[in-house]
């Protein structure tokens, strides 16, 4: 997925993004009609005397479009809560929560063929931000990926001149067509599409960084860069207070050697 084709554009939360508390309460409100029409129509799909057999596959699809949406006001709901009382700035080790995002996405990679990887320093990489949100950024744009990419989502990340780069990358169709560069050489959404992006370009400027898009290219690259990041030997950096992601038979991560 080379750069030489991509322009690189911040991605600009709008004013008034900011009160997002009630999406939680429409996606709990939602899901218990939402979850009765499925049952509803699986129930129809086993009856082999009901008269709306034509119309179950319509009704299925229309229900899945649904739930998919539904996963997308979650997502949003999540992402945007920067309030979270247990978070705060922290030292963490940023290859260990990579990894720990990378796996737990594993399985839904390979439930729908794609092919989830990331690319991580070779020597343990310590940066100082609220590791929770950060989290639930990268395991949203991770999702996006999975969500839209064809065959393969990459991620990456370095350090360079005391801040953090985090990159995730896919081979689907690429940004929603709703982000628009602005005069300010910003993107910003003309829809609801896009919207849980913005959410984590507002999550990120709560962490003191900023989130790009890029465009050309093929596929969708997004990265997030943040300040206080530092690349030291494991008995000099700082303790990290989380626990460490057990290994796996499966190679997730592929090592490489430390950024130029």
């Known amino acids: 997925m080379s750069d030489s ?3 690189w554009w911040r991605i600009q939360p709008p004013r008034g993004l900011a009160e997002v508390s009630p999406v ?10 939402l979850t009765a029409l499925r049952l509803t129509v699986g129930a129809l799909e086993l009856d082999p005397d009901t008269t709306h057999r034509p119309e179950l596959p319509e009704m299925d699809a229309a229900l899945a479009r649904m739930e998919a949406l539904l996963r997308d006001l979650e997502d949003i709901s999540v992402v945007a809560d920067t309030s979270d009382p247990e978070g705060g700035p922290a030292w963490f080790e940023v290859r260990a ?15 729908t063929g794609v092919r989830l990887a990331a690319t991580l320093p070779k020597e343990p990489m310590w940066a100082h931000s609220d590791r929770r949100l950060l989290t639930r950024v990268l395991a949203n744009l991770v999702d996006n990926g999975l969500r839209h990419g064809h065959d393969r989502v990459h991620v990456t ?5 005391g801040r953090l780069t985090l990159r995730v990358d896919d081979d689907g169709p690429g ?37 790009e898009a890029a465009r050309g290219g093929g596929g969708a690259r997004l990265r997030v860069s943040l300040p206080g990041v530092m690349h030291e030997q494991v008995q000099a950096a700082p303790s990290e207070r989380t626990s460490s992601v057990p290994a796996s038979s499966e190679p997730v991560v592929a090592p490489q050697g430390r950024p130029e």
């Open 5 to 7: 084709r991509a322009s």
């Open 24 to 33: 939680a309460h429409v996606v709990h409100d939602l899901r218990q009609p």
């Open 97 to 111: 929560m990579l990894t720990e995002v990378v796996k737990a996405h594993q399985p839904r990679a390979r439930a």
């Open 157 to 161: 990340a370095h350090g360079d001149g």
């Open 175 to 211: 940004l929603p067509e709703d982000l628009e560069v602005t005069s300010q050489g910003t993107l910003r959404t003309r829809g609801g599409r896009g919207l849980g992006l913005l959410m984590c370009a507002r999550a990120v400027e709560a962490l003191g960084g900023h989130l």
